[in-house]
């Protein structure tokens, strides 16, 4: 049991340092890739 925990935490902890390199990128090169563009107009509504 205790195993599987810890297997679920590094899954969170890698899909969380992911999702944060994305917003990174995606604030950095606006231009480039076009996603907070994408994210702004969701966050709107």
Known sequence: ????KVKREE????LTS???AIVILANR????LGLSDKIGNKAQF
Do not use: F, I
């Open 11 to 14: 899954k969170y902890v890698y």
């Open 1 to 4: 049991m205790q195993e599987a």
């Open 29 to 32: 090169t606006p231009q480039k």
């Open 18 to 20: 992911l999702g944060n």
